[in-house]
Structure formats: structure tokens, C-alpha cells
């Protein structure tokens, strides 16, 4: 009997076929490659480092109005306008100015700011315009005092971004890559077709598996040098390490991908499960943002969600410059959620 080579191994053709499957479906191929890179250019230009815009001061008519719009203008910080109190309002309400302030000259001189407290900007309006009207009216300071700016590395939104794109990039791999291309071919009877090879089914299964890592490895690739050749975006921790959490990563959501997939009969199921996955991970993983400004009170929630530890793994490493080791919590709870899905995923596993 002749032996086979490695070209002729179900794995091996398995594989290749699930690959030119993939490669076929353009709309596939730009929700993988091109759309994470759109992103980047859209939200690091939206977001870029720029110096501070003015801020926007309505003074409201009165003797000392117009005294007080001159001091301010006099500093490139400060945007000030005289108008009535009733536009001043109206200004204020919809944003088109961060501080309103009233200079009544009775007896002495006295401010009045009117500000919205919940809004950060208008806060931070509020006491920098005093600080400067203060030391207009003569006030010195008890303390010498110096400003030493920080650029660095890390420390710009595109920074803070890029790995949460990786991350949510193997969300959407694993989920689309693996739980939408079993059923899709299940509603297409290939299941059943491939069930009456000589296949083992644990072939069929690695291959899915295995080629959605083969293009998870070009995705993240792609990112990482587009975002370091355009933004400058570089990994204070080792490669080796963001390396490390990309394929558990990558196998974890392959796991979540296939336990939804695991009896979803139509695309509307397989629509409806994957969003319903997908979206409070979205929204509470801290792709875009800072997970610390939702309340105490979900944070433990927050903590447990499978893209989680994740993201917070990738940022530490490549932010912080952490090594893999000291990620303990993190790791074991990617790989917890990635062996249960799996278990679970095969123990369900309808073929037909």
C-alpha cells in the first residue's frame, strides 16, 4: 500500500478548501482586512493628539462685560462673547459654549458662573477661567510651580485603541469564521454530504478551526504594521507575548463560535445568537473606551465578560510593557472561557 503524503491529508485538504471558501466571499474578505483598518484611520484621525481648542465663554450684558470679554480674549485659551442672558442660555444649553458668566458690580465687583457640573468640559471651563480672571484681579501664587508636558508613546487614543481592535477583530473572527460558516453550511447540507466521506469529524472540525487561525494570524498582521507605519503605534511588551494572547484569544472565540453553532438550524438563529454575544461586548469590553466609567456596581460583570481580560491583556502588555506571567487572572480566564465553549460546543454538536 502506498503511503500518503501530507497533501493528501483530510486536515491538510480540509483546510485548504474551508480557505479558498473564505477567500471567495469578498464582503468576508473586507469585514476582516479593510474595515479594522478603516477604523484605525478614521478614529486615530478623529482622535489624534491636537492642541486644546479654546474655550467657548458667553458673558452675559452688563457694566463689566465687556472689561472681562476683553481680559479673557487677551489669552489665546479663552473664546469670550458678549451677548444677553437669555442667549447666553440658549448657547450653554446646546453646547455652543462650555461657561456662562455673569459680572454684576454690586457692591464689588463679583462672578457668577452658570455650568453644566456633569459635563467634564464645562467643569474644567469653569475653573480654568477663574484661575485666569483671579490672577487678572491680582492674586499670586504661595507656590512656584512648572509644567513638564508628556508625548510619549502610549499615551494617544490610537494607543489605547489599536488593542482593542485586535481584540474585537478575533471576536468577530471566531463568531463569523467559525459559528457562522458551520451553520451556513449546515443550512447547505454540506454537513451531511461531508458526514458520508471518510472524514473523521474531528478532522472537519480542526480544519474550520485551524483555518480561521491561518487568517487570523494575516489579520492581526496587517493591523499591527499598519498601525505602526501610520500612527506609530509600537509594543512596550514583548511581541512574543501579544502573540501569545492573539492565539488564545483567536481559540477562545473559535470555542464561543462553535457552541453557538452547535444546533442553530437557520441564519436567523445563528443572526440573533451571535449578536446577542456579541453586542454587550461590544459595548462593555472596552473596545473604544475605558471600561472604569461604567458603575462600581457592574464592574464585576464587566471583569467576567469573555473579551475582557482579553482586551485588558493586550493593553497591559503592549501599554504597560507587562510580561505574560504577570497576567494570571487574565489568562485564566481566557482559557476557561475558551475550554468550556469547546466542551460544551462538542457535547451539543447536531451534524445534521
Not at 15 to 20: Q, V
Not at 227 to 242: I, P, Q
Not at 321 to 349: M, R
Request: glycine share 8%.
Amino acid at each position: 500500500m502506498s503511503r500518503r503524503g501530507l497533501g493528501d491529508h483530510p486536515l491538510v485538504n480540509l483546510t485548504l478548501a474551508r480557505m479558498r471558501e473564505f477567500l471567495r466571499e469578498p464582503e468576508a474578505v473586507f469585514w476582516v482586512y479593510v474595515f479594522p483598518l478603516i477604523l484605525v484611520v478614521a478614529l486615530g484621525v478623529a482622535f489624534r493628539n491636537r492642541p486644546v481648542e479654546a474655550v467657548r465663554v458667553v458673558i452675559c450684558e452688563g457694566a463689566a462685560a465687556e472689561s472681562v470679554a476683553a481680559a479673557l480674549n487677551r489669552s489665546p485659551r479663552f473664546q469670550a462673547t458678549v451677548c444677553d442672558e437669555s442667549e447666553g442660555r440658549r448657547r450653554l444649553r446646546t453646547g455652543r459654549a462650555d461657561l456662562m458668566i455673569r459680572a454684576p458690580m454690586v457692591p464689588t465687583p463679583r462672578y457668577e458662573y452658570a455650568f453644566d457640573p456633569t459635563r467634564a468640559e464645562s467643569l474644567l471651563a469653569r475653573n480654568t477661567v477663574d484661575d485666569f480672571l483671579q490672577r487678572e484681579a491680582g492674586r499670586r501664587d504661595a507656590v512656584e510651580v512648572a509644567d513638564l508636558p508628556v508625548d510619549e508613546p502610549g499615551t494617544r487614543y490610537i494607543d489605547f485603541l489599536v488593542p482593542g481592535l485586535l481584540g474585537m477583530g478575533l471576536m468577530g473572527g471566531g463568531l463569523w469564521g467559525v459559528g457562522f460558516a458551520i451553520v451556513d453550511m449546515r443550512i447547505r447540507k454540506l454537513l451531511k454530504r461531508y458526514l458520508a466521506t471518510p472524514m473523521k469529524r474531528i478532522h472537519f472540525l480542526a480544519a474550520i478551526i485551524l483555518s480561521r487561525l491561518l487568517f487570523t494570524a494575516t489579520e492581526v498582521l496587517l493591523l499591527l504594521v499598519f498601525a505602526r507605519l501610520f500612527f506609530g503605534v509600537a509594543s512596550l511588551g514583548s511581541y512574543l507575548a501579544v502573540a501569545m494572547l492573539i492565539l488564545l484569544g483567536a481559540l477562545e472565540f473559535a470555542g464561543i463560535g462553535l457552541l453557538v453553532a452547535s444546533r442553530a438550524q437557520t441564519i436567523e438563529t445563528v443572526s440573533g445568537l451571535m449578536n446577542l454575544v456579541m453586542l454587550p461586548m461590544w459595548i462593555g469590553s472596552g473596545i473604544f473606551f475605558s471600561t472604569e466609567r461604567f458603575p462600581e456596581s457592574v464592574q464585576p460583570v464587566l471583569a467576567l465578560m469573555p473579551l475582557n481580560p482579553l482586551i485588558h491583556a493586550l493593553r497591559t502588555v503592549m501599554l504597560e510593557g507587562t510580561s505574560l506571567w504577570s497576567l494570571g487572572t487574565d489568562v485564566a480566564l481566557i482559557v476557561a472561557w475558551g475550554g468550556a465553549c469547546f466542551f460544551l460546543g462538542l457535547l451539543w454538536f447536531r451534524w445534521n
